[in-house]
């Protein structure tokens, strides 16, 4: 009995034994669907479906035939690949019930027949390959109950995002992300990623999206922006979702949230609003305008316009927020956007409105070298700020036939503004002694309001790449201020503790800029031969400006009403342009070059109102340019481009007019300046593997400018400056900069790791008290990467290295100001048992003490959440969140500039907690989500 048991035993243990050393098998025949001749030499790669890590490799036989063994139970994908032929795809599983995957044969088509579409077998691949596209299937990835699309693509090979939603794929930014194919939203991708639902996803894209006019012409203009397409169900597309979110904090913090968006058919309607004080101040608040613009447009034609920010105007304010001061923002928008006639006609219309508070304190210490010696100011400012603003924008097309097309972008701006300062500012000599004092208070009002209206007609001619195109463009500007300046400025003598001399400015300033500008853009394109193609264009511009700036002194009964001529000044400006350019693109096999020019002649002519006199101009811009790109395969280019421009003097620099806003620096006006030429060269390589998630890039640029624009600055023994705009030709200004990443998934510990390497320096010129000077500003940092992400476990990521930065002025020895620094980030999450997360930030930064600046400064920023998620389908989430732990967050900044080192310190948002709760609803197709 005990030699039975012990046989039964034995027998159970060598057939698992056994049945653990089952692997399986793949196999098949490569082929074409020409003239069905075996492909010898094929490639074929097994990859883990998992994360598409490489598994094994092989090439197909003489005959075509395939064969690779031992792989281990799991789920897989087989890619074959072969040159010029499509790509096959498939994903395949092996276990215990299917040890043998036969494929018999596999035909390949050839891209030219299939227009670069992949053969795809099977319905469940995780990834697939069409031309230059990469597609991602959702159903081949875990998607959590109330998942986000942030959360879906976070699992796909190749693709990073932070812990701020940037996205980064196969080592380059991602800047866009569409919605079927069109923005959704103006231009924010967070506002994609972060608010639709995962479940709704049909399939991601990942491409380099051409420029409109290269997608309208044909002609490859190598101007790329990679980019996201998500596409949606279809039975998705009808219903609501939405997410609403209220969190209380200590100190006063406090924060609200609440998004709703409604599709249905090919209509689409989102709004949300943000209120609160913890720095967000909106969804997108700050993107760049998507309307008003095109490709088509003259952009860089060399015409001068007012502007608002003159230097005898008080300080407005353009309602960004960059980490100063204390924020309390309540923004809004609205958006919709419908199809309809075939999709022949469709509508994008944007709506934003918001109102952000800004207070704080700022603490600046500056050293300004001069020839022999130095000057060290003091300037302790508070500030309070307020912004409103209200923008609508709106795109229809038209498509009239299948040659033309018609676009119309529609944009209103209307802003108002308002500023409240006051600064004490102290100058002493490199003995201590005290050279001046400044007390000043000014506040400023300012309405702005903008439209513009484009409209672009595109046909396209019986000839194939044969096109023409018509861009016409009106644009109004309107701002208007009313502040007030208040200041007292104290000199002394050396080793005098009384003022010798006072200067007092009490003054009300009444500001009102306007410009009108209309501009055309005539474009036509015509192809010489197959591969050869040109490119020609006219436009024609004109536009008229007037400024007038008001300064009022007190009277003896208590009004602003004696008008201060000295630092008055009313002008207009007339000018007219026409441009003409000629492009020549070339593109064969895996080149694409394109060479031409662009030359716009300015008649400019600007009247000063005051003194009944004239100021008129000619000039010639030239704008060369050179763009070359060779593709070595998919996914692997190089990249190089030339661009020549003409720089006129702005008219702030040109118009001799004089300022007291800051009565320690003065800035004069020089009508003899002479128009800068700059050049620039940037090159670039990429390459990126599939296979082993590889990638590396490395860009660089490099600028010379010549005749180039420079400040001639003459300041005296009591720190007053007077400063003027001068040409420097015998000497250029120049600019380098290179950028280097490598990274790729390391199999054995299954992590992505990456390290990137990059310098710059500038080399600047002006003058010290007649005295030429030199800044040399350069730096050099190196930086690792880590990162791995596990499905419903954790999710970490890590970047952090040196720098080494180099700051000096030929004119004092004392200005150098060379030093290290360190900057380390981190984020992580972690799932828990009982439906708990923990979240996890950090910012390490280090900046070591420099020979003008004697002290180090060191940060660490550490943020951490937790949060328990309810209901069946997680939707309900309560969580507490620890912003800056260690209260270390000071705001900080150094730099420096022509000679000047400057070092600021201010108020910004520190240590807080928050208790927040957050719902996520939908009703999407077939209703609530359903966890997997």
């Not at 089952?22 to 998992?50: C, E, M």
């Not at 694409?592 to 008649?603: A, D, K, M, P, Y």
């Not at 000096?808 to 981190?826: D, H, K, P, Y």
């Amino acid at each position: 009995m005990r030699q039975s048991v012990l046989l039964l035993c034995c027998f159970l243990f060598l057939s698992n034994v056994l049945q653990a050393q089952k692997k399986g098998t793949v196999k098949g025949f490569v082929g074409d669907t020409i003239n069905n001749s075996s492909l010898a030499g094929a490639s074929i790669s097994v990859l883990r479906a998992q994360d598409s890590i490489l598994v094994q490799f092989t090439r197909a036989k003489e005959n075509g035939a395939f064969e690779l063994n031992n792989i281990k139970s799991g789920k897989f994908i087989l890619l074959v690949s072969y040159p010029k032929y499509a790509d096959f795809v498939d994903l395949f599983a092996v276990d215990s019930t299917q040890l043998m995957i036969d494929y018999g044969k596999i035909n390949l088509e050839d891209k030219g027949r299939l227009l670069s579409e992949v053969i795809i077998k099977g319905n469940r691949a995780a990834m697939k390959i069409k031309g230059d596209t990469l597609e991602f299937d959702p159903k081949a990835f875990k998607i959590a109950p109330n998942a986000k699309v942030e959360d879906l693509i976070k699992q796909f090979p190749g693709i990073q995002i932070d812990k701020d939603g940037k996205i980064t794929a196969q080592g380059e930014t991602v800047t866009k992300v569409l919605v079927d194919g069109e923005e959704f939203f103006g231009d924010d991708p967070t506002l994609v990623t972060k608010n639709l639902r995962a479940d709704m996803v049909d399939k991601v894209q990942l491409y380099d999206k051409k420029s409109d006019q290269a997608a309208f012409t044909g002609i490859d203009d190598g101007q790329k922006t990679k980019t996201l397409n998500v596409k949606l169900k279809e039975d998705k597309k009808n219903g609501y979702f939405g997410k609403a979110e209220l969190g209380v904090g200590t100190d006063g913090f406090y924060k609200g949230q609440a998004m709703f968006n409604k599709f249905w058919g090919k209509k689409k309607l989102a709004a949300y609003g943000i209120l609160g004080n913890t720095g967000q101040v909106g969804l997108g608040w700050g993107d760049k305008d998507k309307y008003g613009a095109s490709n088509f447009q003259v952009t860089d034609d060399g015409g001068i316009n007012f502007t608002g920010g003159a230097n005898d105007e008080l300080e407005s304010w353009d309602g960004q927020f960059n980490g100063e001061g204390i924020p309390v923002a309540q923004t809004g928008g609205v958006h919709f956007d419908n199809k309809w006639n075939n999709d022949k006609e469709s509508i994008n219309v944007n709506y934003k409105i918001g109102d952000i508070k800004l207070s704080g304190t700022r603490n600046d210490l500056n050293q300004q070298n001069l020839s022999s010696s130095s000057i060290y100011n003091t300037s302790d400012k508070s500030f309070e700020k307020n912004m409103f603003k209200n923008k609508l924008d709106v795109a229809y097309e038209i498509k009239i036939d299948t040659t033309l097309t018609l676009k119309l972008n529609v944009d209103g701006l209307i802003k108002n503004s308002n500023t409240n300062e006051g600064e004490m500012q102290k100058g002493t000599d490199e003995n201590g002694n005290q050279l001046n004092n400044l007390q000043q208070t000014s506040t400023n009002e300012v309405d702005d309001k903008t439209l513009n209206i484009n409209t672009l007609l595109t046909k396209k001619l019986k000839k194939t790449g044969r096109t023409v195109s018509l861009n016409l463009n009106q644009s109004n500007t309107n701002s208007k201020s009313n502040g007030y300046l208040n200041s007292k400025a104290e000199f002394f003598s050396v080793s005098v503790i009384t003022p010798d001399s006072t200067k007092v400015v009490d003054q009300n300033k009444v500001n009102t800029i306007s410009n009108t500008a209309f501009k055309s853009n005539l474009t036509y394109t015509e192809p010489l031969t197959k591969s050869l193609s040109l490119l020609l264009n006219y436009g024609f511009n004109i536009s008229n400006g007037k400024a007038d700036r008001r300064s009022f002194n007190q009277s003896a009964n208590g009004n602003y009403d004696i008008l201060d001529p000295i630092f008055s000044n009313n002008y207009e400006l007339d000018q007219t342009i026409n441009q003409v350019g000629a492009i020549f693109n070339y593109k064969k096999n895996k080149t694409v070059l394109s060479f031409g020019s662009r030359f716009s002649g300015v008649n400019f002519k600007q009247y000063d109102v005051y003194t009944d006199t004239y100021f008129k101009q000619k000039f010639v811009n030239y704008m060369p340019q050179l763009n070359y790109q060779y593709n070595f395969k998919q996914r692997e280019s190089l990249r190089f481009s030339y661009n020549g421009n003409t720089d006129q003097p702005t008219l702030e620099q040109i118009q001799p007019i004089r300022n007291n806003q800051n009565q320690l620096n003065t800035i004069l006006g020089n009508p003899n300046l002479d128009p800068s030429f700059r050049n620039n060269f940037r090159g670039s390589y990429y390459s990126y593997k599939v296979l082993t998630n590889q990638y590396f890039s490395i860009n660089g640029s490099y600028n010379f400018t010549l005749n180039p624009i420079i400040s001639n600055v003459v300041t005296n023994d009591r720190g007053q400056s007077v400063s003027q705009f001068v040409n420097l030709n015998d000497k250029a200004a120049t600019s380098f900069y290179l950028n280097s990443n490598f990274g790729r998934t390391i199999k054995a510990i299954d992590m992505t790791a990456g390290i990137g390497l990059s310098t710059n320096k500038n080399v600047n010129y002006n003058y010290i008290n007649t005295k030429l000077n030199q800044t040399k500003n350069s730096s050099y940092s190196l930086n690792a990467n880590l990162s791995k992400y596990k499905d419903k476990k954790y999710n970490f990521n890590t970047s952090f290295g040196p720098t080494y930065n180099v700051a000096n002025a030929s004119i004092n020895e004392n200005s150098n100001s060379n030093g290290w620094g360190f900057n380390g980030n981190f984020w992580t999450s972690v799932e828990l048992p009982g439906k708990f997360e923990i979240s996890s930030d950090g910012n390490y930064q280090y900046n070591g003490k420099t020979d003008v600046i004697p002290e180090t400064f060191e940060r660490f920023i550490w943020n951490a959440t937790i949060t328990k998620k309810f209901l069946k389908t997680d939707n309900l989430r309560v969580s507490i969140t620890g912003r800056d732990l260690l209260n270390q967050n000071v705001g900080f900044n150094r730099s420096a500039n022509n000679g000047n080192i400057n070092q600021s310190t201010y108020t910004t948002i520190q240590r807080y907690f928050m208790f927040s709760v957050s719902w996520d609803f939908s009703k999407m197709g077939g209703g609530e989500i359903k966890p997997n």
